[in-house]
C-alpha cells in the first residue's frame, strides 16, 4: 500500500514537471479562483457572525406596563408569557431598577439623572424570545392582553437586517459553489493533458488487469498535488489580508455594527482547514472527472 | 492422436463457450459459437479477417459483454462478472498482441516489472522474478534497454515475458507472429511451446496457415461468426476453410516453403523435442 503511494507520488511529481508550463497555468488560474473565493468566504463567515449578533441582540421584547397595573396584575400576565412556547425566559424589570441600569448606561453623566421630578421609565416585563422570528406573533398576543402600555419592539429594522443578510449569505454561497466548479474544471482540462498523452499506457493497463483506482492514482495524486498547493498559495493571501482588515478597520467596525468582526485566530484557523480540504477535493475531483471517458469503456 | 485425445480428456475443463452470441448492430461478431478448451491445450484460432477472432478473444477478455450465452472460465462464468471483477479476471490470463503493446519510456525490466506491480506483488518478489522471466524468454542481460533499442522478435519474446510473469492459466497470443518475419516467428513460436509444455494454456489467433500446419495443434477456424471446423493435430488452408467459393485473396501469408524450412532446421539444432507430445 505505501509503496503504491510512492509510486503514484513519484509519478505524478514526473508529470507536472514533464507539463510545466500547462501546470504552472492552470496553478495560477486555480489560485486566482481560490482567492475570489476566499474573499467571499470571508464576507459570508463575518455576515453569519452579524446576523446571529443581531439576532441575539433583537430577541428581546419589552412589554411596558401601565402605572395603573399591579404588581399582582402583572405576575398573572407574566404566568400567561410563561406557558408560551416561543418565549425562553420572563423577567420583571421594575421602573427603579430600570433607572437603575439607564444611571448605570450612562455612567458619568449619570447624576443628570438624579434631577427627574418623578421616575418617567414605566414597569416593564422582558420577555427573551426562543427565536427572533416569533417576534411579531408574541407581540400581537401581548398587546391583546390588557394593562399594556407598549412595546418596545424594533422589529422593521430586525426584518430588514435578517433580510439583508440573508441575501449577502445566498449570494456568496452560490458565487462559492460556482467558483469551486470552475477550479475543477480547470483541474480536470489540466490532468486530461496527461491522460491524453498515456491514454495508450492506460489501454494496456487495463487490458493487463490494472484496477482503475490502481490507473486514477498517479493522476489522483497530480490532482490533488495542484489543488493542494493553490489551496495554500490562496489561503496565505486571505489569511493576511484578513489579519490586515481586522487590524486596520475592526475597531470602526465593531463601532458601526455593534458586532464585532470575527477573530482573527479563528478566522485563520479555520481557512487553513477549509482550504486544505478544498484544495485536495478539487483535485480529486479533478482528476477522477477528467479520467471517467477513459475508465468507462472496458 | 488417439493417446493425445484421451491425455487432454484428463485435464479440467478451462475456457468454454455455451451458445456465444455477439453482435455489432446488424454485423455478426461471432454467432452461436459452444467450445471447449482443456487446460493445457495448446488452440489455434484461425480464419480470414472479420471472422469473429478477434470478437472472440474480446468476449473471453470481457472487453465486450456477449448477447447472448454463457462463457465459463475455470470456475465462474466471464458473463456475469461485475466491473469491478474484470481486472482480477484479466490477470489470471496473459496476453500478447500483435503490436506487442510495449510501454516505450520504461526499460525492458520495467515492462515487465510493471504487470506485477499492477497485481501489487511485494518488491522483492519482482526483483527475483522479472530477471527469471527475461531469461526464460531469452533476454538475459538487456534489463536496462528500451524497447526500441531491442530487435522486433525480442520485443515480441518481451511483451511474452510480460504476459506469463504473474504465472496465468491462459495465455492469449492476438496474432503474435503477423509482424514478424519468418525465422523470427519461428522464435516465438518455440517459446510459447515452451511455455506451454509447462502447463499454460495457449490460445493463439492467427491467420497464417504455415505456422498452423508446422506446429500440428488443435485448430478451431472460424467464418462469419460460426466455428466450422474444430480438430486436434489439425490444418489451415485458407482457400477451403475461409473461402468456398474458391477466390481467397493472398496477401497476408508469407511463404510457406521458407517457414518450413526454417522450422525443420531448428529442430534439428536445438528444439529437437519441441514438437513431441
Given at each position: 500500500?505505501n509503496?503504491?503511494?510512492?509510486?503514484?507520488i513519484r509519478q505524478?511529481?514526473?508529470?507536472?514537471?514533464?507539463?510545466?508550463?500547462?501546470?504552472?497555468?492552470?496553478?495560477?488560474?486555480?489560485?486566482?479562483?481560490?482567492?475570489?473565493?476566499g474573499l467571499?468566504?470571508?464576507?459570508?463567515?463575518?455576515?453569519?457572525?452579524?446576523?446571529?449578533?443581531?439576532?441575539?441582540?433583537?430577541?428581546?421584547?419589552?412589554?411596558?406596563?401601565?402605572?395603573?397595573?399591579?404588581?399582582?396584575?402583572?405576575?398573572?400576565?407574566?404566568?400567561?408569557?410563561?406557558?408560551?412556547?416561543?418565549i425562553?425566559?420572563?423577567?420583571?424589570?421594575?421602573?427603579?431598577?430600570?433607572?437603575a441600569?439607564?444611571?448605570?448606561?450612562?455612567?458619568?453623566n449619570a447624576?443628570?439623572?438624579d434631577?427627574?421630578?418623578?421616575n418617567?421609565?414605566?414597569?416593564?416585563?422582558?420577555?427573551?424570545l426562543?427565536d427572533?422570528?416569533?417576534?411579531?406573533?408574541?407581540?400581537?398576543?401581548?398587546?391583546?392582553?390588557?394593562?399594556v402600555?407598549?412595546?418596545?419592539?424594533?422589529?422593521?429594522?430586525?426584518?430588514?437586517?435578517?433580510?439583508?443578510?440573508?441575501?449577502?449569505?445566498?449570494?456568496a454561497?452560490?458565487?462559492?459553489?460556482?467558483?469551486?466548479?470552475?477550479?475543477?474544471?480547470?483541474?480536470?482540462?489540466?490532468?486530461?493533458?496527461?491522460?491524453?498523452?498515456?491514454?495508450?499506457?492506460?489501454?494496456?493497463?487495463?487490458?493487463?488487469?490494472?484496477?482503475?483506482?490502481?490507473?486514477?492514482?498517479?493522476?489522483?495524486?497530480?490532482?490533488?498535488?495542484?489543488?493542494?498547493?493553490?489551496?495554500?498559495?490562496?489561503?496565505?493571501?486571505?489569511?493576511?489580508?484578513?489579519?490586515?482588515?481586522v487590524?486596520?478597520?475592526?475597531?470602526?467596525?465593531?463601532?458601526?455594527?455593534?458586532?464585532?468582526?470575527?477573530?482573527?485566530k479563528?478566522?485563520?484557523?479555520?481557512?487553513?482547514?477549509?482550504?486544505?480540504?478544498?484544495?485536495?477535493?478539487?483535485?480529486?475531483?479533478?482528476?477522477i472527472i477528467s479520467?471517467?471517458?477513459?475508465?468507462?469503456?472496458? | 492422436?488417439?493417446?493425445?485425445?484421451?491425455e487432454?480428456?484428463?485435464?479440467?475443463?478451462?475456457?468454454?463457450?455455451?451458445?456465444v452470441?455477439?453482435?455489432?448492430g446488424?454485423n455478426?461478431?461471432v454467432?452461436d459459437?459452444?467450445?471447449?478448451?482443456?487446460?493445457?491445450?495448446?488452440?489455434?484460432?484461425?480464419?480470414?479477417?472479420?471472422a469473429?477472432?478477434?470478437?472472440?478473444?474480446?468476449?473471453?477478455?470481457?472487453?465486450?459483454?456477449?448477447?447472448?450465452?454463457?462463457?465459463?472460465?475455470?470456475d465462474?462464468?466471464?458473463?456475469?462478472l461485475?466491473?469491478?471483477?474484470?481486472?482480477?479476471?484479466?490477470?489470471?490470463?496473459?496476453?500478447?498482441?500483435?503490436?506487442?503493446?510495449?510501454?516505450?519510456k520504461?526499460?525492458?525490466?520495467?515492462?515487465?516489472?510493471?504487470?506485477?506491480?499492477?497485481?501489487?506483488?511485494?518488491?522483492?518478489?519482482?526483483?527475483?522474478?522479472v530477471?527469471a522471466?527475461?531469461?526464460?524468454?531469452?533476454?538475459?542481460?538487456?534489463?536496462t534497454?528500451?524497447?526500441?533499442?531491442l530487435?522486433?522478435?525480442?520485443?515480441?519474446r518481451?511483451?511474452?515475458?510480460?504476459?506469463?510473469?504473474?504465472?496465468?492459466?491462459?495465455?492469449?497470443?492476438?496474432?503474435?507472429?503477423?509482424?514478424?518475419?519468418?525465422?523470427?516467428?519461428?522464435?516465438?513460436?518455440r517459446?510459447?511451446?515452451?511455455?506451454?509444455?509447462?502447463?499454460?494454456?495457449?490460445?493463439?489467433?492467427?491467420?497464417?496457415?504455415?505456422?498452423?500446419?508446422?506446429m500440428?495443434?488443435?485448430?478451431?477456424?472460424?467464418?462469419?461468426?460460426?466455428?466450422?471446423?474444430?480438430e486436434?493435430?489439425?490444418?489451415?488452408?485458407?482457400?477451403?476453410?475461409?473461402?468456398?467459393?474458391?477466390?481467397?485473396?493472398?496477401?497476408?501469408?508469407?511463404?510457406?516453403?521458407?517457414?518450413?524450412?526454417?522450422?525443420?532446421?531448428?529442430?534439428?539444432?536445438?528444439?529437437?523435442?519441441?514438437?513431441?507430445?
Amino acid at each position: 500500500m505505501n509503496n503504491k503511494l510512492f509510486q503514484s507520488i513519484r509519478q505524478a511529481i514526473r508529470q507536472i514537471g514533464r507539463n510545466r508550463a500547462m501546470v504552472f497555468a492552470s496553478l495560477f488560474s486555480i489560485t486566482a479562483i481560490l482567492l475570489i473565493l476566499g474573499l467571499f468566504l470571508l464576507l459570508l463567515v463575518n455576515v453569519n457572525n452579524m446576523s446571529q449578533g443581531v439576532k441575539s441582540t433583537f430577541d428581546q421584547v419589552q412589554v411596558n406596563l401601565k402605572d395603573t397595573t399591579t404588581r399582582d396584575e402583572a405576575s398573572a400576565m407574566m404566568e400567561q408569557f410563561e406557558a408560551m412556547e416561543e418565549i425562553e425566559s420572563v423577567v420583571y424589570q421594575s421602573k427603579e431598577t430600570a433607572l437603575a441600569n439607564w444611571k448605570h448606561k450612562w455612567g458619568d453623566n449619570a447624576d443628570l439623572l438624579d434631577r427627574l421630578p418623578t421616575n418617567p421609565l414605566p414597569n416593564a416585563i422582558i420577555l427573551k424570545l426562543v427565536d427572533v422570528k416569533y417576534a411579531k406573533d408574541v407581540v400581537e398576543r401581548a398587546r391583546a392582553m390588557a394593562g399594556v402600555e407598549k412595546i418596545a419592539y424594533s422589529q422593521d429594522t430586525v426584518d430588514k437586517l435578517i433580510s439583508i443578510t440573508n441575501g449577502i449569505q445566498i449570494v456568496a454561497l452560490v458565487l462559492i459553489a460556482f467558483l469551486l466548479v470552475v477550479s475543477v474544471i480547470v483541474v480536470s482540462n489540466t490532468i486530461k493533458l496527461t491522460v491524453l498523452s498515456r491514454e495508450r499506457e492506460i489501454t494496456i493497463m487495463k487490458y493487463i488487469g490494472a484496477t482503475n483506482w490502481y490507473i486514477r492514482g498517479p493522476f489522483l495524486m497530480e490532482g490533488i498535488f495542484l489543488g493542494l498547493i493553490a489551496a495554500i498559495i490562496s489561503g496565505v493571501l486571505v489569511s493576511l489580508l484578513y489579519h490586515y482588515i481586522v487590524t486596520s478597520f475592526g475597531l470602526d467596525f465593531m463601532l458601526i455594527m455593534s458586532t464585532g468582526l470575527v477573530r482573527e485566530k479563528f478566522m485563520i484557523t479555520n481557512l487553513a482547514v477549509v482550504f486544505v480540504s478544498m484544495g485536495i477535493s478539487i483535485g480529486a475531483v479533478g482528476s477522477i472527472i477528467s479520467m471517467r471517458r477513459f475508465l468507462d469503456t472496458k | 492422436m488417439a493417446e493425445e485425445t484421451t491425455e487432454k480428456k484428463k485435464n479440467r475443463l478451462i475456457i468454454e463457450f455455451k451458445n456465444v452470441t455477439k453482435m455489432y448492430g446488424d454485423n455478426v461478431g461471432v454467432e452461436d459459437v459452444s467450445v471447449k478448451i482443456r487446460e493445457g491445450e495448446f488452440v489455434f484460432l484461425v480464419g480470414p479477417s472479420g471472422a469473429g477472432k478477434s470478437t472472440f478473444i474480446k468476449v473471453l477478455l470481457k472487453m465486450l459483454d456477449v448477447d447472448k450465452g454463457h462463457i465459463y472460465y475455470v470456475d465462474y462464468d466471464v458473463t456475469q462478472l461485475q466491473n469491478y471483477e474484470i481486472p482480477h479476471h484479466r490477470r489470471s490470463m496473459g496476453i500478447v498482441f500483435q503490436d506487442f503493446s510495449l510501454l516505450p519510456k520504461k526499460t525492458v525490466f520495467e515492462n515487465v516489472a510493471f504487470a506485477m506491480e499492477i497485481v501489487q506483488m511485494p518488491r522483492k518478489a519482482i526483483r527475483r522474478q522479472v530477471p527469471a522471466m527475461l531469461d526464460l524468454v531469452g533476454l538475459k542481460g538487456q534489463e536496462t534497454k528500451y524497447p526500441n533499442e531491442l530487435s522486433i522478435g525480442e520485443q515480441q519474446r518481451l511483451a511474452i515475458a510480460r504476459a506469463i510473469v504473474n504465472n496465468p492459466h491462459v495465455l492469449i497470443a492476438d496474432e503474435p507472429t503477423g509482424n514478424l518475419d519468418p525465422e523470427t516467428g519461428w522464435e516465438i513460436m518455440r517459446l510459447l511451446e515452451q511455455i506451454n509444455r509447462r502447463g499454460t494454456t495457449i490460445l493463439m489467433v492467427t491467420h497464417s496457415p504455415d505456422i498452423v500446419n508446422a506446429m500440428e495443434k488443435r485448430v478451431i477456424a472460424i467464418r462469419d461468426g460460426r466455428i466450422v471446423r474444430d480438430e486436434l493435430g489439425g490444418q489451415y488452408h485458407p482457400e477451403e476453410d475461409d473461402d468456398p467459393d474458391g477466390d481467397y485473396s493472398d496477401h497476408e501469408l508469407f511463404n510457406l516453403k521458407n517457414f518450413e524450412k526454417a522450422y525443420r532446421e531448428r529442430k534439428i539444432k536445438g528444439g529437437a523435442d519441441s514438437r513431441k507430445e
